[in-house]
């Protein structure tokens, strides 16, 4: 049993913290918004009023919040979260943001805390269930200390150093909103020629596009439009020569509901 703080329980913190609960780990929940972490008193949690009551005498330390300025405003933003974390926990920071932020943040804790660069891959269906993919950056003993408790989440994928979880993110972030966005177009296509919707993701599901399909037509996932436009945006960051990618961000940021899961921009009637 160890002692986990999940900071920021919007629907995937909430997903984690109730996978760590189940599996037999003590839970501190904190959220900026505390309505939305009551539901998890139910299940067992204890709810903080701060963050630093939360993390104090954690021995894991989970963020899971918007991008790396709700992080470091959570952190940093108060003295009192610093000064509450205990010598030798450990932050795992699960928020999805650019290898440099994460790197500037491990720099800023102190020297007694540990950070490990752990963003993960699947959504809401993939944590309940513990099949996660966690992209953990840092350093190897780092990484064995924080194993046994997300192994509970999924399958560890070591990465390298600090950034380098955040940075593999990011790679397999681009590669779902550019195939999700030739989705998109191929179906377009098949609107025009007059083939049925449900035979054209029939046959798509099992040639290149699968995993596309498999991911538009899910229905235990949530990754929001405006995250998704966020991730684009770190991933194309500096980056010139990218049209494809570059496309799918458009198409992103062109959708009419920026809080629906990005599958919304195959969910569409047939026209």
Not at 120 to 143: C, H, K, M
Request: net charge neutral; proline share 4%; charged share 15%.
């Amino acid at each position: 049993m160890t002692d986990i703080a999940v900071l920021g329980t919007g629907q995937m913190g909430a997903a984690v913290a109730r996978r760590l609960l189940a599996r037999g780990h003590r839970v501190t929940a904190w959220n900026r918004t505390p309505a939305r972490a009551a539901a998890l008193a139910t299940a067992g949690a204890d709810l903080a009023a701060t963050p630093a009551a939360a993390v104090a005498g954690a021995d894991v330390v989970v963020t899971l919040l918007t991008d790396a300025a709700a992080v470091e405003a959570t952190l940093f933003g108060s003295g009192s979260t610093l000064a509450a974390l205990r010598p030798g926990a450990i932050v795992v920071q699960m928020s999805t943001m650019g290898p440099d932020e994460v790197v500037g943040i491990a720099e800023r804790l102190p020297t007694s805390v540990s950070l490990l660069d752990a963003p993960v891959g699947g959504s809401i269906d993939a944590a309940s269930d513990g099949r996660l993919t966690i992209y953990a950056g840092g350093p190897a003993a780092v990484v064995d200390r924080a194993e046994q408790a997300l192994r509970e989440l999924g399958t560890v994928r070591r990465c390298g150093p600090v950034g380098a979880g955040a940075a593999l993110k990011l790679v397999v972030n681009t590669a779902l909103l550019t195939t999700l966005g030739a989705l998109h177009d191929t179906l377009a296509v098949a609107d025009r020629l007059g083939v049925d919707r449900a035979v054209a993701l029939e046959v798509l599901g099992s040639g290149p596009l699968a995993g596309a399909v498999r991911r538009a037509t899910a229905t235990g996932a949530s990754f929001s439009t405006a995250l998704a436009v966020k991730d684009a945006r770190l991933a194309l960051r500096g980056l010139r020569g990218a049209p494809v990618a570059s496309a799918a961000l458009h198409l992103l940021t062109a959708a009419t509901d920026q809080h629906a899961d990005v599958a919304s921009l195959i969910r569409m009637e047939n026209r």
